[in-house]
């Protein structure tokens, strides 16, 4: 029997859509993302727990878990059953990378259980594509943080898909959800299929900028640089007083706040705790909606999917 966890992800971090992301801990030490225990079994079998498995489709055969499962043994062209319990401890588009979550924790035990048939490169094409099957198209940024930690760089070209970059090791990353539902396929749906030279221009100078700056360490450069006009302006909308509550959160001293991927989940960075317990307080007292919204203060976490048991 293995148990893997696989940790939750902030897509896009502000200023790369569809090719930063980050996975990310709560520094209280709980664990925010899926588990999956796995054992060989006679036939497939699948038992959902956890806060937020009430959210999962009852058919397995619409689960994730399940496709993961399906698709793998159509690639290794072995049909090997297991019995899988997932802890669902993400909400389901909340912008945390949630379904990413289940699939690289999904696709992780199984590799394991089979004995690693597929190589870390071949893992995460077969991750990006069942994301891309929820999602509506192919996106990295929440698979690879989740499967390989840290703060990826998606290159996506013909050899690597994806790399580390250096992260700032004194940003305190605080991400609010409020407790409502987003669809990510919906939140893809209404962006514009086409930009214009201005925005693609000033959109590869911040990006590019936020690279350099992350290389040479310049922490304020690069939270300035954390700025996107490719889903932020079209997304904002469909979250609860996106603009005005980012204000009041630069105001308590964050130096960057956006979108978590496609939302509804908000990020700010904060240089130190102390203000990031602060941005934790308002956004607990602001931005939840009902009950079963939350507050984490995280660090970047920088193992990503690892053997818990
Ligand atoms: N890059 C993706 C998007 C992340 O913004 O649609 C989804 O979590």
Redesign the pocket.
């Known amino acids: 029997m293995i148990k893997i966890y696989a940790p939750a992800s902030i ?2 971090v502000g200023v790369g ?2 090719i930063l992301g980050a996975a990310i801990k709560p520094i209280n030490g709980s664990l925010l993302g899926d588990c999956i225990t796995i054992k060989l079994s006679e036939n497939f079998q699948l038992v959902n727990k956890g806060t937020f498995s009430h959210q999962l489709p009852i058919n397995h055969e619409q689960n994730i878990v399940w496709k993961c499962w399906y698709k793998f043994c159509k690639l290794i062209k072995k049909n090997i059953p297991v019995s899988i319990i997932l802890e669902k401890n993400l909400p389901i588009g909340s ?1 945390l ?1 949630s379904s990413a979550c289940s699939v690289v924790s999904t696709l992780v035990a199984i590799n394991e259980i089979f004995n690693n048939p597929l190589n870390s490169k071949e893992l995460l094409l077969l991750m990006g594509e069942v994301e891309g099957e929820i ?1 509506g198209s192919i ?1 990295y ?2 698979v690879a943080p989740s499967y390989l930690g840290g703060l990826q760089l998606i290159i996506d070209d013909s050899k690597i898909i994806s790399q580390t970059i250096p992260n700032f090791k004194n940003w305190f990353w605080i991400v609010a959800w409020p407790g409502v539902k987003l669809s ?1 396929a919906e ?2 749906k209404i962006l514009p299929k086409k930009y214009t030279k201005d925005i693609c221009i000033t959109n590869s100078r911040y990006l590019a900028s936020f690279i350099h700056a992350s290389y040479t360490q310049q922490s304020h450069l690069a939270a300035r640089c954390m700025k996107e006009s490719i ?1 932020e302006p079209y997304r904002s909308k469909l979250l609860p007083k996106f603009t005005e509550n980012k204000q009041n959160i630069q105001k308590l001293g964050a130096i960057s706040c956006g979108i978590s ?2 939302g509804p989940t908000i990020f700010a960075v904060a240089e130190n705790i102390k203000i990031a317990k602060k941005i934790s307080e308002w956004l607990t007292k602001n931005y939840l909606q009902n009950k079963t919204g939350f507050v984490h203060i995280c660090y970047i976490d920088i193992k990503g999917a690892r053997k818990i048991g």
């Open positions: 897509g896009n859509f569809d912008g990378g999602s996106h940024d929440n990510t939140a893809r889903a991927g496609s």
